[in-house]
C-alpha cells in the first residue's frame, strides 16, 4: 500500500560520532562514511569533515574511479591539477569532481586564511564511468538554488531537488546532496527517492529525525532506515541546526579500494598501480608534474 508507506517518515538505524583524526599532512579530519561503523553505504565511500590550518594540507595525490566533492563551510581551498587547472573556493562553494580515470592534484589552505573548513564526500562511480574523462562542475555559493519552504528553513540544493528546486549538477551516480538550515522550533519534511541509501551528517544544533523524534547532535552521522519510506521528517526544538543530508542510488557493484583508487577487482587495481607509475592510461601528464601550491 504506497499510500501507507509515503505518511511513514524514514527512521534513524545508527548514530555515530566523528572524532577528529588526522589526515593528509597536518590536516584534522572527523571521518562519517567510511569509519570502521560506517562502512556499507554503496554509493558513498567516505565524507570527511576537514579542519586545515596554514601549515597542512592534502599535497599532490592522485585519484580514480570515483567522484570528490568539496563544500567549503569556512576559510579559502585551493586546488591545482596536472592538467592545469586551478582555482580557489571560499565559504559555501562547491567543486563536484569526477575523477574518472585519473587526476592528480593538490589541494591547500590559502596560505593567509587561519582555517579552510569545509565537507569532502567520495561518491562511487558505477563500472561504465569509472574510465570516463575527468570532470569538473564548479559552482560558487551564489549560484546554488535554495528552497525555502518557509520563513528560517533554508535549504541549499547541491545535487537533486528540493521542495521543487533542481540543481543543474550532473550526476553520474544518482545523488541527492542538500545544506540545511533550519531556525529552532520548525518541521521540515524532504521527499527521498525510495531506493535511495541516506543520511544525515549533522554540522551545528540539534535535530528530532523521524515519527521517533530521533536526536541527532553535531558531528554525529545518522543513518537513514530503508523502509521504503519517501520522506524524512526533520524538527528543531529550542536550537537552530545545520546539517546536509545526503542520499544516493547504490551501485550494487563490487569495490576494491586502494586508498585514492576505487575499482571494481583486484585486478583493475593492479593496472591502476602500473598506469599510475607508468603515466599511462589517464596518467600522461602525472609525469614530472608537481604543483605549486603544495
Ligand atoms: C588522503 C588519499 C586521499 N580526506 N578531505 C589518501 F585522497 C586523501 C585526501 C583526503 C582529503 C582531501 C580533502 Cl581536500 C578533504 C580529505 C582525505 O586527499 F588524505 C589520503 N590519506
Ligand atoms: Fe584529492
Known sequence: MTSTVASLSRSITKSILSKEQSEGVGARVRRSIGRPELRNHDPFLMLDEFSVDKNGGFPDHPHRGFETVTYMLEGQFQHEDFAGHKGT?????????TAGRGIVHSEMPVKSQTRAHGLQLWINLPKEHKMCEPQYQELLDGQIPRATPEE??????????????KSQVYTRTPTMYLDFKVDKNKTVTQTIPSTYTGFIYMLKGTAFIGDKEFEGKA?????????G????????KDEDAHFVLIAGEPLKEPIVQHGPFVMNSSEEIYDTFVDYQNNKNGFERARNWRSTIA
Open 229 to 236: 519510506a519517501t520522506t524524512v521528517k526533520i524538527q528543531t
Open 152 to 165: 528560517g528553513v533554508v535549504i541549499k540544493v547541491i545535487a537533486g531537488e528540493s521542495h521543487g528546486v
Open 89 to 97: 573556493i571560499g565559504p559555501g562553494d562547491l567543486q563536484w569532481m
Open 219 to 227: 558531528h554525529h552521522t545518522l543513518t537513514l532506515s530503508e523502509n
